[in-house]
């Protein structure tokens, strides 16, 4: 019964990966129980507790494990023959940079491999740092610069980018230039550099050309089950473009960044694990087999890589196919090689075949070594917000959007290169900040008088504000402010971050004056185990008209905090506010239409009564004591306060998710002005005592 018992288990196991590789699983409920192989514990069982551990016991055997389970071993030594410049020019992409286009020749066997690269350098920089990556279509399509060569090696079909019959045509010249950013890059202060992958490895089964048969032995058509597949070879060509960055004196080789993505981000991370040289190592967008752990068998699977790219690994990795679980290593292990040096994870929402939180754990898995070195890594289980990037030297973000590298990843990467090369800090905690993207022609996505203010917590994420959403007049809802108004951002930030301002007239109504300010608050200032920020707002009517029953709307979205509440089901058992003395949550409170995923409530005593969720049968129908408004985390360890005074009503958007606690102005006759404070507070302690001190400070003019 027992060996019955045995069998039927192991067929199971063996048929549910064989369908979930054919059918891929985006569903989080059905991944399996699995454990990662030990990090910090080496082949004979001894446990890793130092860097001088990790560097000359452990490190090696990871290397070791991954050469003859996953992307196989060069099988010998093969540098650079011979390099020459074939073109540069002082005043390319309009001026702004150096070009240069460089041959590197690799000769042995009685053959010979010739590699273009391409480098824009920024001027009047003595030895630049350098971004290094592969593209996928050619040089020229890095770029629209018409001095670019033309690359003429083997290209997988691609008539939408100009590769046809296998070979780039001028029309494929600039077709990855969104990808590359290279104006921003040099702007920046860094260099760029890149190579066509293909000529290094041409991206098909077929191991006679290349640089594979240089370092064939006799009588060898292909390498052998533990030796280089291809991302291996493209692994090979970065660390040779790392030999000729030593010899370039534009170039500074101890702050060359490489970066890849997709198939490119696992070779990335693979190069940067196996040549220290690289100061900082970046995947994008990398999947199974580059950051995403291949245990939780989610998109991608090892099975369908090795089925779909037989010759992307070695050999010896199909044995895998369907016992994943018996690979001696796993991803997280592969990020950990990098450690000390900073390595930088990126996944975008829509990319599921990526597997965005397989990609995170690796990093938070990598984490313990990184701690080894003194380096922070990624802190939380949790993966943070959208658009909410973590930098420490396990970096990470998750953006909107699709399989690719935009704009916005540029943005991360300089700005962690800047952090870990640069040493340009960026205050520990709560940080207050813009993003250019809230100026988008898309009324829905333009943010005007959006904030982001980061958490006090490590690797809490942010919390958005818009300050305000509305700003509205008369029962009829006329506007002073919108959050779309079509007005450059107004915000002006301090240096440090620390705080904000703007004075706008209104779009709507001329001369009427809005004043509002964000600024931390000292720890000093506030009582033990409490950070937040103190809000104002002013407005004057020194216009004609009287502005009646004003209602501003100051929406803070909390999705963007790690741990808390994401999903419509949740959000109101985590929403508390205070009826009666007791901080009660939304989700006991009462309202007309019990389903409604929009709930308002007025402050007592309040003249105005109105807070946008009557409509919507979401009034509570109990008024709360004073405009506090209380989201705590999925856990209930973390809480945010979000309190007004004079306050005047409370709203809840489960949708979104997002909290108010909106201040009261009252009625604005001409000449007249009001002015309200507020704070938003963060704590993992017991709240009472904060909103005792908030109490205190209450006040009403009503």
């Known amino acids: 019964m027992k060996r019955l018992f045995f069998i039927t288990v192991i067929l199971t196991s063996v048929i549910t990966q064989a369908y979930m590789q054919d059918q891929p699983n985006y569903d989080e409920s059905r991944i399996p129980a699995y454990k990662l192989p030990e990090l910090l514990v080496s082949l004979k069982g001894m446990k890793i507790t130092s860097a001088r551990e990790w560097n000359e016991i452990r490190r090696p055997e990871i290397v070791t494990l991954f050469e003859n389970n996953m992307y196989g071993k060069v099988p010998g030594v093969l540098l650079i023959d011979s390099w020459k410049i074939i073109e540069e020019n002082e005043q390319a992409l309009g001026g702004k940079a150096r070009r240069k286009q460089v041959e590197l020749t690799f000769r042995n066997a009685g053959r010979e491999l010739k590699v273009a690269l391409l480098m824009y350098l920024p001027k009047n920089v003595g030895k630049a740092p350098l971004f290094v990556g592969y593209n996928f279509d050619g040089n020229q399509a890095v770029t629209d610069d018409p001095e670019v060569r033309i690359t003429t090696s083997w290209m997988r079909e691609d008539t939408a980018h100009g590769i046809v019959h296998n070979r780039a045509t001028e029309r494929s010249r600039g077709v990855e230039k969104e990808r590359w950013q290279a104006e921003k890059i040099i702007a920046a202060g860094y260099g760029l550099a890149t190579i066509y992958y293909g000529d290094v490895d041409p991206d098909k089964n077929d191991f006679t050309d290349g640089v594979h048969p240089l370092l064939y032995q006799k009588g060898q058509t292909k390498p052998r089950a533990d030796e280089w597949g291809a991302i291996s070879a493209w692994a090979w060509g970065l660390s040779r473009a790392m030999d000729y960055f030593e010899k370039d004196p534009d170039v500074d080789p101890a702050k060359v960044i490489v970066m890849g993505h997709s198939r490119l981000g696992k070779t990335s991370l693979w190069a940067g694990a196996l040549d220290q040289r690289f100061a900082v190592v970046i995947s994008n967008n990398s999947g199974c087999g580059g950051a995403a752990l291949s245990r939780r068998i989610y998109g991608e699977t090892l099975a369908g ?31 950990a090689l990098i450690a000390p040096r900073p390595v930088y994870i990126a996944s975008a929402v829509e990319d599921k075949w990526a597997d965005p939180r397989g990609e995170y754990l690796s990093g938070y898995h990598a984490t313990p070594v990184y701690k080894l070195f003194g380096r922070k890594g990624l802190a939380s289980v949790e993966m943070p917000g959208i658009s909410q990037p973590v930098m420490n030297s396990v970096g990470y973000h998750i953006r909107p959007g699709i399989h690719g590298v935009f704009a916005y990843d540029w943005d991360q990467y300089i700005r962690f290169a800047d952090l870990h090369l640069k040493n340009h800090s ?86 009427v004056l809005i004043e509002s300010f964000v600024r931390r608050i000292e720890d000093k200032e506030l009582p033990e185990g409490i950070s937040g920020v103190k809000l104002a707002m002013h407005i004057m009517n020194s216009g004609t008209e009287t502005l009646p029953v004003i209602r501003a709307l100051l929406c803070m979205q909390y999705g963007g905090l790690t741990g808390f509440p994401q999903k419509l089901k949740d959000n109101y058992k985590h929403n508390y506010i205070i009826i009666n003395g007791k901080l009660t949550p939304l989700s006991e409170l009462v309202t007309t239409n019990p389903n409604t995923t929009f709930k308002g409530c007025v402050v007592k005593g309040c003249p105005q009564r109105d807070t946008r969720s009557e409509a919507t049968g979401g009034l509570i129908s109990q008024d709360m004591d004073l405009a506090l408004s209380v989201v705590t985390s999925m856990d209930n360890n973390r809480k945010l306060i979000i309190w007004w005074t004079p306050g005047k009503s409370m709203i809840a958007n489960a949708n979104i998710p997002c909290m108010h606690a909106d201040p009261y102005f009252g009625t604005l006759k001409p000449g007249e002005q009001s002015y309200a404070e507020g704070m938003i507070l963060f704590t993992e302690g017991d709240p009472e005592p904060v909103i005792s001190y908030l109490k205190a400070k209450d006040r009403r003019v009503f």
């Not at 002073?480 to 079509?486: A, G, L, P, S, V």
């Not at 301090?494 to 007239?505: I, K, L, M, N, T």
Request: glycine letters at 6%; charged letters at 20%; hydrophobic letters at 30%.
């Open 305 to 335: 890589m090795n089925g779909y790219f037989p010759y992307w690994l070695c050999d010896n990795c199909n044995k895998y196919d369907n016992s994943v679980y018996d690979l001696p290593v796993d991803q997280h292990m592969l990020i």
């Open 426 to 511: 960026e205050p520990e905690g709560i940080r207050i900040y813009t993003d250019s993207a809230w100026t988008d022609e898309d009324i829905e996505k333009r943010y005007t008088y959006g904030l982001n203010i980061n958490s006090p917590w490590e690797n809490g994420g942010t919390l958005f504000m818009h300050f305000p959403e509305h700003l509205e007049y008369n029962p009829v809802g006329n506007t002073i402010q919108r959050h779309y108004d079509k007005i450059p951002a107004p915000w002006i930030i301090s240096p440090d971050a620390q705080q904000a301002s703007y004075r706008v007239e209104s779009p709507a109504l001329p001369r």
